[in-house]
């Protein structure tokens, strides 16, 4: 809360009693923090101090400025994770109907053929492509689907799926590129496969 913030790491230590064994590690999650002054620095002393006693979980629903030099610096102490919207439903029951997904799921199963070549072999090749997906609409899963080259299957000899790609690392059940920003299963692959 408010109060255990301002009080400082040590008193928010003294709350999760850190200073005691423990069978588990607690966790420690703020909520928009960014709004209180000094938040780095308290964030910064609070894992500096605890790391190894406590996870910690920032969240909030804008960017937070985490890559400013200086003292107050935040970088090797996180990971970014960016997290689409969801409903309550979603977190509730893990089998919520995903309609994008189960479009896609039955225009590649039933055959859909898409643009698997060429793939990129530079910048300017994967800006063409990206270009073509800008003018898309969200909803335009088909258009989408079919100038990325998406199948569900693995690609290639080495077998590439979307499990590898950066883009779906991220969150493992969507393509981050924002050009592209569809769901995705693990073992599908697009032409714009990244690692």
Known sequence: DREQFLAGPAQLAERLKLNRLSKTTPTAMFDELHKYPRWKQFLKGFFDTYADQVRIIVTGSSRMDVYRRGGDSLM??????????????????????????????????????????????????????????????????????????????????????????????????????????IPVEHDWWCRLWRI
Do not use: S
């Open 76 to 181: 090797g102490r996180y990971f970014l994770y960016r997290m689409h919207p969801f409903t309550v439903a979603e977190t509730i029951y893990q089998d919520t109907p995903d309609p994008q997904r189960d479009a896609l799921r039955r225009m590649l199963a039933e055959g859909l053929a898409t643009e698997v070549a060429p793939v990129p072999e530079d910048h300017n090749d994967f800006e063409r492509i990206a270009a073509r997906l800008r003018v898309l609409g969200p909803a335009d899963l088909k258009q989408k689907a079919v100038i990325a080259g998406l199948v569900n299957h693995p690609q290639g000899e080495e077998r590439m799926r979307c499990q590898e790609c950066m883009y779906f690392l991220l969150n493992r059940r969507w393509c981050d590129l924002p050009d592209l920003n």
